[in-house]
């Protein structure tokens, strides 16, 4: 955990350049109080527990650290509230109380009246080298401390110090992992450049990606051309996407937080044009779609380009695999019963079989574990939804609305969201949303968003 | 049968011994006069009909495209191209008899500029999902591209490449733009 912490941290400031916050999570961490390990913050027996999260003490009184001091508890109430463990007191209701002035003397009585089960209290200090932020989640009802954190780094990017105290709390209070520090990435047309080359006119899309919530969107491909389908690879230090830059499709591997030229594993050409990809769970190798055999099929590459083999082999379209994630399957999209539908199979391509039997279904996505799913686009009248398949009960669950149309599934890393992209709004969008339906949100705004994916 | 072919031996028997006989001395080669030039006008004697004055009948100039086409450049070939795109049923990649003309007219083309390099394009409507639909895309491109192959263009100068829906020809939402989006579209990517 502490290594995924540091080497996320890493990449974060690597990459911005814009950003450039970089909170040494724990690494300040004042000695635990007694008893924090085991205290399970609870509600009222059958309902969560209410969570309240005032603005942050800015101990220094400039206008930044008092900036940021708002900002960090306000993602932190919205990173709580995303994952529907704890009730989120509304915080316009806090004002009837006083704002503390010290992590140390908090009127507990009144957050108690206001129904708070759990009380997260911290402070932003400016500091030489940048800011220290504390964290202090305290048990209303005992006034003992359930966890407390220390972060230093810069005040570039304030949000991050809430990102991670939300995951932390998750993991501490309810064994969850929590998705704040996740990121998407997408495909977005939003600075309308147009295509290099001979031709129509014709826009370019390049990949960006964001914040889970759609904060900090940052470009990171500069292609003249469209570069789609991105796939975060495991360790979340490089993004594998298709791009048209040679005139044809290729997968490109790049390292995202190091500018180095993009390495592409499946060698494409003319002749053996490669999309699509999709990393296995263990980062090693990339499944992917290809026309080499002058049909599309799927194929699985090492990430170092070597070990190319054939998993399908049948004259119909196989396209858009995902692996399941052991590892040890593939889903993908398949025609050879007249229509597109889910179909799964070992990954060594033997023993396919379809697990759909719809209109018309595609971009199967499989579920992390504890889960075991595929989600799926399914026509559903003139559009799309998303649907879930259940392996256990073998039977698939509409999650959107029919509102629009709704593609291109990716699952969160704890599995208990799906962003999409939808035309809800308009234009092409991306959405998240619960898997139980609930909990939609927008977060994309700027030109047309496509092709989701969520990082680990 | 028999007796029909006697019949046809004892003619030409006969012919042969006609020709024999006529054959005896050829005749002596003499200098003849030439004819007598022709009566000048000022003579009296009844004028013929008027000589005929001859025009010649102006031809319409080969079709001037021909000769275009090779002097123009890239971008502009493709912008008002030459070839007709070949058009599609929904999620469908069989190219029907229009479909087939138009490849038809296609190839003459190319074989009437046999150092052009083509890439077909293949292209759906905004229906089906967007990864599917790169795939339908690729189909298309590679069922035209295997139809002009069998009209004897050489497969080396056909390229494929697939968008999907990503680059719709028209913009609507409706049979009419979907039906003109579902296209295998031709670019000449070199000359």
Redesign the interface.
Known sequence: MRTLTTSMIAASVALTLAQGAQPSAGSQEPPRQQGEVSISITGPPGLPPKYAVPDFIALTNDAETVAAAKTISQVLWDDLDFEREFYLISRDTYRTIPPATSIDQVPLDQWKQLGADGLIIGTVRKTASGVAVQVRLIEVASGRTALAKEYSGTLKNPRLYAHTASDEIHQQQRNLRGVARTKLAFTSDRDGERMKGPVIDRGISNIYISDYDGANQTRVTVSRSLDITPAWSPDRNSIAYTSYRSDFPDILIQFIYEGKVPFKPAAGSSEKQNFLPAWSPDGTQLAFTTNRDHNNEIYVVNRDGTNLRRLTNHPAIDVTPTWSPTGNQIAFTSDRTGSPQIWIMNADGSEPQRITNEGFCDRPTWSPAPFNEIAYASRNGAGFDIKVFDFASRTSKTITDGIGSNESPAFSPNGRHIAFTSTRAGKEQIFLIDRDGKNLRQVTRAGMNRYPNWSQ | MTQRRTVVVVAMVALMMVGACGKKKPPVARPTLPPPPPPSSSTNRTPGPPEPVKEPVPVPAEPITSDTLASTD??TL??NSPFQPVFFAY?EDVIDAVGQQALGHDAELMKKYPTWIV?IEGHSDE??????N???G??RA?AARNYLVSLGIPADRL?????GK??P?EPGHDETSWSKNRRAHF???SK
């Open positions: 890239i971008d493709n912008k999620d890439t229906r089906g999902t967007a990864e599917y790169l795939a339908l690729e189909r590679l390229r494929t490449v697939s968008y990503e680059f020809f670019v000449v990517t």
